[in-house]
């Protein structure tokens, strides 16, 4: 199959998201040079909200992570970790991430000018809900810095949210909050928490919205814009001004819907991700779809940060629902059937799963999930093998060669 010329079409608010990003950062990196505001590194979906009701700036390694994979840094730094023994077989976040701190080399300082370095630390919080290798990446940290690591052991594996999972993960996060009090040295004010609470919801409720103009024919709207522009939702939420650049976003998706613009040249087929991007690799996977005529214009991973369950007047027991409920800790039959339902919503004509050698957790091929699916669906599914941040597990030349066979493949079930 001839490639066709490749046209993306660039958002104008990612320079919003950039500035947002830049803010973040260096409003950490002010706090932490100056002492004045107490600093807590979260995993991305750790209890957040209660961190801002005490006052903390909040720090995400995931998200540095990503960077040190954008950056292509990531390959080069991983062997660092190793060599203390951080296997080369676990999280390449944990691995890319240590290993970057071992060296002393941060993407930051070329991203946003003026910041030498990560933030410091008081306190790391997290929460299993994606994984283990969360807990053990803080416990390193913890015993780097001489501060505490302190977080909730969720369920895994789950099919229904009952109120018995609810209310363990309530209790846990309680237990969270007399510790975390000492380091703020102040008290959690519920009406601060509240208010984290709505401004998260709004947050998600924005960003859900945003995902959702994808389902619009052309998408304005490819999953490799969505893995840069979900910052905000991530390191945001709990803030207005993650909401008032999602509004942005927003308004200008609904243009191109309007205006009948794709975010592609041409999109002939649309295309479900499942897993972890490759961040080493958003320009050429991005490039390469295009090419094709084929979009990818919806994920489970841009997804994994709607948090429909959050309620301001129920600040606890809805965070805890909202963090159970999430995707990643689901059993395969609810996975089976959201991504069922993400199938139809987005109309889409095949689904890819990426097969992250260093992220089972992401990874939903290996107990046989596609083709339970597509017996189910007759939608046509690939598989390609790589990683989130190692780029030494991937073969650029076998994943485009794939690709492109899975397309003709498409192509084929269309005539
Ligand atoms: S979910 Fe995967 S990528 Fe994320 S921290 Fe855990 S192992 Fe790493």
């Known amino acids: 199959m001839a490639a ?9 608010t990612s320079k919003d998201i950039g500035k947002f990003m830049s803010d973040y950062y260096h409003e950490l990196d002010a706090a932490s040079k100056s002492g004045k505001q107490k ?10 909200e209660i961190l801002r009701g005490m006052g903390f700036l909040i720090y995400f390694p995931e998200t540095h992570s990503a960077m040190l994979g954008s950056t292509r840094m990531a390959t080069e730094l991983i062997p660092k970790a190793n060599a203390i023994g951080y296997s080369p077989e676990i999280c390449s976040y944990l691995t890319a991430d240590i290993g970057a701190f071992l060296q002393g080399v941060t993407p930051l300082s070329k991203a946003f000018p003026g910041i030498e370095s990560i933030p410091g630390c008081d306190v790391l919080v997290y929460n299993t809900n994606q994984c283990r290798d969360v807990q053990d990446w803080f416990a390193w940290y913890s015993r780097k810095f001489g501060v ?3 977080g909730i052991e969720t369920h895994r594996n789950v099919g229904t949210v009952t109120d018995t999972h609810v209310s363990s993960i309530v209790g846990q996060m309680e237990s969270l909050v007399e510790p975390l009090e000492k380091i703020a040295g102040r008290r959690l004010d519920m009406d601060e928490l509240k208010h984290a609470v709505a401004l998260s919801r709004q947050c998600s409720d924005l960003w859900e919205e945003v995902l959702a103009t994808a389902t619009a024919v052309p998408s304005p709207l490819t999953f490799f814009d969505g893995t840069t522009l979900m910052g905000p939702a991530v390191v945001g939420r709990g803030t207005q001004k993650a909401i008032d650049v999602y509004k942005l976003l927003l308004e200008e998706l609904n243009e191109r819907i309007a205006q009948g613009v794709g975010a592609i040249g041409e999109e002939k087929y649309r295309i479900y991700w ?3 991007p490759v961040w080493g690799r958003l320009g050429p996977h991005s490039k390469l779809f295009a090419g094709l005529q084929a979009n990818v214009i919806a994920s489970t991973y841009c997804s994994s940060w709607v948090f429909s369950a959050l309620d301001p007047e129920k600040p606890m027991e809805s965070m805890a629902r909202a963090y159970t409920e999430l995707f990643i800790v689901r ?3 609810y996975k089976e059937n959201y991504i069922k339902g993400k199938l139809e919503l987005f109309h889409c004509d095949g689904i890819i799963y990426h097969d992250a050698k260093t992220c089972p957790n992401n990874s939903n091929c290996r107990y046989g999930l596609p083709q339970r699916l597509q017996a189910q669906t007759n939608i046509p599914a690939l598989m390609i093998n790589g990683d989130l941040n190692d780029l030494r597990l991937l073969s650029d030349e076998q994943t485009k060669t794939n690709i492109e066979a899975f397309i003709e493949q498409l192509e084929e079930s269309k005539v």
């Open 4 to 12: 066709e010329e490749v046209v993306l079409r660039r958002l104008k």
């Open 39 to 48: 600093i807590a590194w979260c995993t991305s979906v750790g209890p957040a």
């Open 331 to 333: 059993s395969d039959e």
């Open 274 to 276: 499942d897993g972890m």
């Open 148 to 150: 505490p690591s302190v």
